[in-house]
């Protein structure tokens, strides 16, 4: 059978595969489209083994609210070219969505073979990095900020005595503020009873040697200890720390503040946020 241009195209169009791949496939299955789509098929997988080894040290991150769940999710590939290409950008956003329209909330099989499919269209090795899903309450608002190319996705949530003032622009306007300091600050825990016990106990040896080269009596080095610990937690905790568009005063004040604004508690309850690549971040 004649492989003509057309057929070649059209099988193209079809999969996303390479023009010589389809001919190739289309000679196989002497002129048989379904026959040529499940060749490429096993052609696709092959090429997808062959390129697993391969870093994937770039990517893209992507973070998504509906309804009452919110997802972000680390789609990892070998180059930065890659990671601004349209169908890989598609890739990551259709995930969210299969992801929070089937109640996945790890990646699975369904997940990983969307990868693999696109792996074989483009040539390049790509990985499913991070999934992880954030359930938002009836009482409760989430905001998200993605920074330039993808590069770090946040998702803030904040809780209110009323849900009403969800419609506030003053409530609505602190919420993203709140994604933007994360991303601006990227706290490493979100109140200070949250900070492992080990962690601490490593930074009072620090500044408890750091403070005894200073000569001083014991209750001054206590002192003093005590000051840097506390310090350093204020720099480290969301809530501590200065907010980003007021730094006179802390986020947990500012939260007061509006909700004082608006007849009712505001809380700051989670945080999270995600840096592309493989060297990601997740908190």
Not at 109 to 131: C, F, H, Q, W, Y
Not at 254 to 281: F, N, P
């Amino acid at each position: 059978m004649v492989i003509t241009a057309d057929l070649v195209k059209k099988l193209r169009d079809a999969t996303g595969a390479g023009m010589m791949d389809c001919k190739k496939a289309l000679t196989e299955a002497n002129g048989d489209f379904a026959e040529a789509e499940k060749i490429l098929k096993k052609m696709g997988l092959a090429a997808v083994a062959k390129r697993q080894d391969r870093a994937t040290d770039n990517g893209r991150v992507f973070v998504k609210v509906a309804k009452n769940k919110a997802i972000l999710i680390n789609l990892t590939c070998e180059t930065d070219f890659v990671a601004t290409n349209k169908e890989f950008i598609a890739l990551g956003e259709k995930i969210c969505d299969v992801a929070l329209e089937k109640g996945y909330t790890e990646i699975n099989d369904e997940l990983t073979g969307m990868v693999n499919d696109l792996i074989s269209i483009i040539k390049e090795n790509m990985s499913l990095a991070n999934l992880t899903v954030y359930a938002i309450g009836a009482d409760e608002l989430a905001a998200t900020y993605t920074h330039g190319e993808g590069s770090l996705a946040v998702l803030v949530k904040i809780k209110a005595g009323d849900p009403a003032v969800f419609e506030n622009d003053l409530v609505k306007e602190f919420a993203n503020d709140l994604a933007l300091h994360v991303a601006a600050f990227t706290p490493t825990y979100l109140i200070r009873e949250k900070v492992d016990e080990k962690y601490i106990a490593e930074q009072v040896e620090i500044f408890t040697a750091q403070a005894a080269q200073l000569d001083k009596p014991p209750k001054v080095v206590e002192g003093i200890v005590k000051g840097k610990l506390n310090k350093h937690l204020g720099e480290i905790c969301f809530l501590d720390q200065a907010f980003v568009k007021d730094d006179s005063v802390t986020v947990a004040q500012k939260a007061k503040e509006i909700g004082k604004a608006v007849g009712t508690t505001i809380e700051v309850v989670d945080y999270a946020y995600l840096k592309a690549g493989w060297a990601s971040c997740a908190v």
